[in-house]
């Protein structure tokens, strides 16, 4: 049996279906993550768990014990939410401490605990800080350190780092990862984001209108769409008709929609090496814009009625495409994948 087990949940707030009989299973130690556009109702599932809401139908069981009619402070589990949600009037310490200050904790016991904490979380020197002093990434660990100080079953994690810039959130995806590791907790965590969700889960649920349209690794998500839906959220995919392939490329492929990787299309001017030219589908067109994105390069190409979108590292051996350059692309035969 599975360490977090939810069945057929469902909830509704007066016409609207926010969870639409959501099943799934969750191993002990496990990283998960619930991706979806706003409204999808990940965070509606997350607030579940955590017993902030209640279920219309369904059960959600952790090792085996039924908490779904459990108020939140039987569930022992922990939350951590975008806004920082910190004692204004706290030290940092004091904050770590709060919740188990309300276990009635010897003193020892809990400045044991909150300093192993502190060290963990690399804010060692700033216990008597209090959240006005502290950066946004130093106010977001310290409401981490304060979920998991406490030694949930569960730890969740609402859109905790969305309201940090770049460079800190990458930083704190890498740490939040970490921590996850050494202290081998189960931690579900809700992002619209898909490169975060990539980079941190050991496996990805996506979810659309209430429901899971797709689970797995992030690489599987990644390298096979299972619909539309996943293939144009995920990896910015170029979405394609047969009836639009087999315009722009005069080869005939079975009906269906098409799911093509932006990064897997070779662009050539007229230089095609002969190896390649009898190989995969062959498209004219022309560049209609750039962007550069960090170490990536986009390019919009127009062929007939056709919009496709490719990608290629930023490097300086690779010439910059002109807007307005025609080129012929090649796309690989085997990236071309039929959604179901």
């Known amino acids: 049996m599975s360490y977090v087990q939810i069945e057929q949940a469902s909830k509704k707030y007066t016409d609207t279906t926010v969870l639409n009989q959501v099943s799934l299973a969750i191993e002990k130690g496990e990283f998960i993550t619930l991706l979806g556009p706003s409204g999808c109702g990940k965070s509606t599932l997350l607030r579940c768990i955590a017993g902030l809401e209640t279920l219309d139908n369904g059960s959600i069981k952790v090792n085996g014990k039924e908490i779904s009619h459990f108020p939140p402070q039987r569930r022992s589990v922990g939350m951590v939410f975008q806004s920082y949600a910190l004692f204004p009037n706290m030290t940092v310490f004091d904050n770590i401490a709060f919740g188990l200050k309300m276990h009635k904790l010897e003193k020892q016991v809990i400045d044991r605990k909150v300093n192993d904490v502190i060290k963990l979380i690399h804010l060692s020197g700033k216990e008597s800080s209090y959240p006005h002093q502290l950066s946004g990434g130093q106010q977001q660990r310290v409401a981490l350190a304060r979920a998991i100080v406490t030694e949930p079953d569960i730890l969740l994690l609402d859109e905790p780092l969305s309201a940090l810039d770049a460079k800190i959130r990458k930083n704190l995806q890498v740490e939040l990862r970490n921590i996850q590791k050494k202290l081998k907790i189960t931690m579900i965590f809700v992002t619209h984001d898909q490169e975060e969700a990539m980079t941190i889960s050991d496996r990805i649920f996506v979810m659309d209108q209430g429901v899971i349209v797709q689970s797995g690794k992030p690489e599987e998500i990644y390298d096979r769409p299972q619909n539309e839906f996943v293939a144009r959220f995920i990896g910015s995919y170029n979405v394609l008709t047969h009836e639009d392939i087999n315009r722009i490329t005069g080869e005939t492929l079975m009906p269906g929609v098409y799911a093509i990787r932006p990064e897997v299309i070779e662009l050539f001017d007229e230089n095609i090496p002969s190896e390649l030219k009898t190989t995969g589908f062959w498209i004219k067109g022309a560049v209609m814009n750039k962007s550069v994105r960090g170490n990536v390069r986009r390019y919009e190409i127009q062929s007939d ?31 071309c994948l039929l959604l179901g």
């Not at 056709?306 to 990236?335: C, M, R, W």
Request: aromatic share 6%; glycine share 4%; hydrophobic share 35%.
């Open 305 to 335: 009625t056709v919009t496709l979108y490719v990608d290629e590292l930023n490097v300086s051996q690779t010439p910059h495409l002109s807007e307005g350059t025609f080129i012929q692309a090649l796309i690989p035969e085997k990236e």
